[in-house]
C-alpha cells in the first residue's frame, strides 16, 4: 500500500483533478477498471461549470446536485473495490491486466537439462494450480463483489422506486392541492372577474346614462336657448313689425292730417277765394286784416304742426328710447342669463372633470388589478414552466444515471472478458509450452528408450561373444557402462551430467516420475 505514495482513490476527493485522477496509483485504476468506472468520472467540477445560457438557477443547482451525488457514491465504490483488492493481496504487474506473469522469460532456458524442465514444469504445475485456485478465489470474491453491487443496484434501485413512488404520490398530491387551488383561485377569480364587468357594466351604465342625460339636457338647453333666441327674434321682429306699424301708421295719420290739412287749406283757401271775392266786393278795409288773420292762422297752423311733428319725433325718440332701454334690459338679461349659463357650464364641466378623473382613477385601479392579476397567472404559468423543466430534468438525469450505469457495466463486462481472454491466452500459452516441455521430454524418452534397446542388443551380442569365446574371466573385467557408452554414444543424443547422473542414479525414481508428470500435462 505505501507504494502507491497518496495519489490514489483514498485521497480527499477536493483534489481530484483531471491530472491528479490520470496518476491515480495501478490499484485505484485497477479498481476503476473491475468497476467499469472512467477515472474521468471521479474529477470534481465547479458550480459555475453548470451554468449555461438561458439556463434556471433552479436546474443549475439540480445538476450540480445530481453530480456530486453521483461522483461521491462512485468514489465510495471505488474505495470499497479498491479494499477488497487490497485484503485479497492483488498485486500490480508490468505486463498488463490482473496479477498473471508472462513466460517471456522462459525463452532463454530452452537449453537445459530435462531434469531442470521437469521441475520447472512440476514448479509450473504447482504455481498454475495455486494461480487457478486464486483465480478461483477472486472469481468467486469478485462474483461476490458483484452479487453486493448488484444488492446494493436493487437496493438502490427499490429506495429509487420507493422515492419515486413517494415522489409521484406527493407529486399527485401536490398536483391535487395545487388543482383545488387553482380551481378555488379560478372560481375566485372569476367571481372577482364577474364581479368586476358587473361594476363596469353598471359604472358604464351609468356613465352612459350620466352622458345621455347629459346630452339630453344639453339638447334640451340647446332647444330652449334656440327657442328663447327664436321668442326673442320673434318678440323683436314683432315689436320692430309693431313699431314700423306704429311709425307707419303715425306717418299715414300725419300724411292724412297733413292732406286733411292740405284739404282744409284748400278748403280754407278756396274759402278764402270766394270770401276774398266775396269780400273784395264787401270791403277792401277788411283784405288787411283778413290777410293779417290769415297769415296768423297760417302761422298758427304751422306751429300747431310744428308742435305736432316735434310731438311725433318726441314720441318717437321715447320709443325708440323705450326700445334701446328694452334691448339694453334683453341684453343685459341675456348677458346675464349666458353668465349664469357659462358658470353653470364651467360646474357642469367641473363635475364632469372631476366625475372623469374619478373614472380615470377607476379605470387605472382596475387596470392595476388586472395587471397585478396578469403578473399572478404569468407568475403561477412560469412556476409550472419550472416545475415541467424540473421534471423533465430529472427524468433526463435518471435516464442519464441509467445510461452511465449500462455504459459502466458494459465497461466491467469488457474488463472482465478482457481479464479472462488475457488469463486464458496465458494459460494457454503455459499449455503450449507444457506441450512443448512434453514432447521435448518424449522425443527424450524415445532416444532413451532407442539407447536401450540398441544396450540391450549390444549386450545380448557381447554375451554371445563371450558366450561363444567361454572366456567368462573377462566378462569380469569389462566395464558395461563404458563399453555401451561407447557403442551407443552415436546414436544417443547427449545428455547433461545432472541429468545422467539421475538416470544413472535411480532409473527407477526418474521412470515414476515420467509416469506421474505424463497425466498432469494431459491434464
Known sequence: MGDEGNRNIEADDAMFTSDFVRAF?????????????????????????????????????????????????????????????????????????????????????KAAVAAADRARIEKLMARQNKEL????????????????????????????????????????????????????????????KAKNAAEAKKLYIKEQKYLAELARKEEERKADAKRKQEARAAKRREHEKRTAAIQTEQFMQMQIKQEEMDRREQRLAADFEAKKKFMEEVS???????????????EDKERILEERRQEVEDRMKAQQKRLQEFEAQQIKQVIDKRKKAKILEEKRLEAMAAQKKRDEQRVRQLVQQQYQKDM????????????????????????????????????????R????????????????????????????????????????????????????????KTMGKLDL??????????????????????????????????SQSTPNLAH
Open 25 to 109: 496509483s495501478p490499484r485505484s485504476k485497477e479498481a476503476c477498471r473491475l468497476l467499469g468506472v472512467l477515472p474521468k468520472e471521479c474529477v470534481i467540477r465547479s458550480y459555475e461549470s453548470f451554468a449555461a445560457h438561458g439556463l434556471a438557477p433552479e436546474i443549475q443547482k439540480l445538476r450540480y446536485q445530481e453530480f456530486e451525488s453521483l461522483r461521491q457514491e462512485t468514489i465510495q465504490m471505488v474505495r470499497e473495490q479498491r479494499y477488497d483488492l487490497v485484503q485479497s493481496g492483488w498485486q500490480p504487474t508490468k505486463y498488463g491486466l490482473g496479477s498473471v506473469k508472462s513466460m517471456g522469460d522462459s525463452k532463454s532456458k
Open 133 to 192: 485456485e486464486a483465480m478461483v478465489s477472486y472469481e468467486v470474491k469478485m462474483a461476490n463483489l458483484r452479487s453486493r453491487q448488484d444488492a446494493k443496484l436493487e437496493n438502490r434501485k427499490l429506495a429509487e422506486a420507493k422515492a419515486k413512488q413517494e415522489r409521484k404520490q406527493e407529486m399527485l398530491k401536490a398536483a391535487e392541492k395545487k388543482r383545488q387551488w387553482e380551481l378555488a383561485k379560478a372560481a375566485e377569480e372569476e367571481a372577482i
Open 284 to 298: 277792401a278795409e277788411k283784405a288787411k286784416q283778413a290777410t293779417m288773420r290769415i297769415a296768423m292762422v297760417l
Open 376 to 415: 399572478l397567472v404569468e407568475e403561477l404559468e412560469e412556476k409550472k414552466r419550472m416545475e415541467r423543466e424540473f421534471k423533465a430534468e430529472l427524468i433526463r438525469l435518471n435516464e442519464s444515471r441509467k445510461a452511465a450505469n449500462l455504459k459502466r457495466l458494459q465497461r466491467q463486462e469488457n474488463y
Open 417 to 472: 472478458r478482457a481479464n479472462l481472454i488475457q488469463k486464458v491466452n496465458a494459460d494457454a500459452a503455459k499449455v503450449r509450452e507444457i506441450d512443448l516441455v512434453k514432447q521435448k521430454t518424449l522425443r527424450e524418452r524415445q532416444q532413451y528408450q532407442i539407447g536401450l534397446v540398441r544396450q540391450k542388443k549390444q549386450l545380448v551380442e557381447l554375451f554371445g561373444k563371450i558366450k561363444q569365446s567361454k572366456n567368462w
Open 481 to 514: 557402462t563404458a563399453e555401451l557408452s561407447k557403442s551407443s554414444s552415436s546414436a544417443r543424443l547427449p545428455l547433461t551430467d545432472a541429468n545422467a547422473e539421475r538416470r544413472s542414479s535411480d532409473p527407477g525414481r526418474q521412470k515414476m516420475k515420467y
